[in-house]
């Protein structure tokens, strides 16, 4: 097992690899291509093999959550395991369609129940509320008392949130969270004010879209990314990085985060993210000339 580079996820103290996993690519049909069971177990060993500690999954992830249960529950000392909650238990993955959320205690106490029995464990480390709710939606559904009573049981370890602006201001205001999951990567930078103030209040950092979704590339010259990545001419900073390479290393440079997830069906794309991860960050003046860059092309810090 590889020594990867470290950090303490904030005030729960667990000690995470910088490179997660992200098991939404486990999911499945209808929601994303097929994967077979034989590529399932594959990759999910791979991920431990390579020293990665921090698994990410969802109820709404399709099998996702079954497949971890069944491929690796048996090596659960060696992995960090979250999850997330306020997904409506029993509700069929539609294509094209964002599955519902229902933020009651009943439904959440189900659903980290429902996770439990899947992946074969008793105890989630990082339960996550999906899709941002607003603190009045926590508030008055009973949805914070249901994850503090699992805590209380055991069941849960750390509450944690998967939060975007504009609710993560009174999410951190809340100071009930252990652990932020929040979009970022250089592409697209309008957390990044809000994930300092999330960590500089004592919170572990998990970071998703840390990879730009593939990054821009051949064949992907359109959207948002591209138009940015076309704008800010980063090409003569590169010296030999792949466009996903050097957008890799720019999430592993922000000194705020603590693991990025990265999902990936392919044992040779996770080996190549887990070569990323080893050259380790961006040189500080590089670092700096890309968020130059980047911020003149629309990828910067959202005020907050």
Not at 10 to 35: F, H, I, K, S
Not at 260 to 283: C, D, M, S, Y
Request: hydrophobic share 40%.
């Amino acid at each position: 097992m590889d020594n990867l580079p470290k950090r303490t996820l904030g005030r729960t103290g667990l000690q995470v690899t910088m490179l997660g996993y992200g098991a939404m690519e486990l999911r499945g049909a209808p929601r994303a291509r097929d994967t077979t069971e034989a590529q399932a177990e594959t990759i999910l060993n791979a991920v431990l093999d390579a020293g990665i500690n921090y698994i990410d999954t969802s109820i709404d992830y399709g099998v996702s959550e079954e497949r971890i249960g069944r491929y690796i529950s048996h090596r659960r000392s060696e992995y960090y395991l979250a999850s997330k909650c306020g997904c409506l238990v029993g509700a069929p993955a539609v294509r094209g369609q964002r599955s519902p959320h229902v933020f009651t205690r009943d439904n959440i106490l189900a659903g980290v129940e429902q996770s439990l029995e899947r992946m074969k464990t008793d105890y989630l480390d990082v339960v996550q509320f999906h899709i941002s709710p607003s603190q009045q939606t926590l508030e008055e559904n009973g949805a914070l008392e249901a994850v503090q009573e699992l805590k209380a049981a055991g069941k849960v370890r750390h509450i944690g949130m998967s939060g975007t602006l504009p609710n993560l201001k009174d999410h951190i205001a809340m100071e009930v969270f252990d652990v932020f999951q929040i979009p970022y990567s250089a592409m697209e930078r309008e957390h990044e004010a809000i994930i300092s103030t999330a960590s500089g209040a004592g919170a572990g950092i998990v970071i998703r879209g840390g990879a730009a979704k593939g990054a821009p590339s051949e064949g992907k010259q359109a959207g948002l990314q591209w138009e940015r990545w076309q704008r800010a001419k980063l090409e003569d900073l590169l010296g030999g990085m792949t466009p996903m390479e050097f957008i890799l290393r720019f999430t592993f440079s922000n000194p705020d985060l603590d693991t990025t997830i990265v999902g990936t069906a392919n044992p040779e794309h996770l080996k190549a993210n887990v070569e990323v991860l080893r050259q380790g960050p961006l040189p500080a003046d590089l670092y700096n000339e890309a968020k130059r860059r980047l911020a003149a092309a629309g990828s910067a810090p959202q005020q907050t």
